[in-house]
């Protein structure tokens, strides 16, 4: 694992062992720096000598600099990271930000002429990071196979709409039900793309005490693509049975804690929390409040974004939801109303 930092020319010297850097005026340095876990017991040697020569306080600083951009990096490209999923599963948006794309991105695992979405910084979409999974499926299907026992009544909910496809599999896989819970970004009014929160269909919103001006909105939109998704089919009752919440991945929580929280004031009788891949804080901090079960849990800075733990992680579409739910409603024998 390679990441790269722009750090001043002060703290750069002592990190590349000089006194002293000519950058011109810039002023700034652009530092390569490349893992290696089996070294840190040499950097801590190379650092008792270093103060023992008196040079250890800048290279201290310079690696302390560092290591807190690298932080600042990692947070950064999970929040980017579920923006950039939620404005996936935001149907309004899909015509406009790929038009030339067209509907239905599972259909292009048959006809292979859909293009991925286009690479940007921070999704290192063009780094060559060991793949996982080979899409949603696979992911579901691992996932399935890790997973404890389940009560034969459990209900399998896939987030929409990425989490679908892997909730699938694991809703098969232990002959379930399989239903959606769609949850929506509450975006600030001046800058949508920052999200304040999030609000599921059943209006539970975290965090609580958000304007009503903003989620009204947004919870409207839930209901709608809920209803939509479903295509006419009830809705499956969550209280007093256990409920298993799917999504494709889990990086910062946040439309997973709102889940969760639908599905506990629903009256769930046991909750599960199911992702084939975690950010390790991310995980944590659910994990305290329900049973969590994931296939990978990653540390930053390994983990920057889902979508680099999938081969195929192309967007999932409404008509890819609503037939994914009625082959599960079918296979058990339920009918549309």
Known sequence: ???????????????????????????????????????????????????????????????????????????????????????????????EDHPEHGRGPYRALTTREKPRRPWRPGTFGGMALERAFADRADAGRRLAAALPALEPDALVLGLARGGVPVAAEVASAGGLPLDVLVVRKVGHPRQPEYALGAVSEDGVTLPEGLPEALVAPQLERARAQALALRAGRPRESLTGRPVVIVDDGLATGRSMAVALATARRAGAARLVMAVPVASGPGFRELSAECEAHAVRIVEPPEFFAVGQFYENFEQVDDADVTALLARAAEARGARPQ
């Open 1 to 95: 694992m390679a990441l790269v930092a722009r750090v001043p020319e002060q703290l750069a010297a002592p990190l590349l062992g000089r006194r002293q850097l000519d950058v011109g005026a810039t002023r700034l340095v652009l530092v390569l720096v490349v893992g290696d876990h089996e070294g840190r017991e040499r950097d801590a040697e190379r650092e008792a000598q270093e103060h023992d020569h008196g040079d250890g306080g800048a290279a201290a600083a310079a690696r302390l600099a560092l290591e807190h951009a690298f932080a600042r990096t990692a947070g950064a490209a999970a929040e980017r990271d579920d923006e950039d999923r939620e404005a996936d599963d935001d149907p309004e948006r899909d015509d």
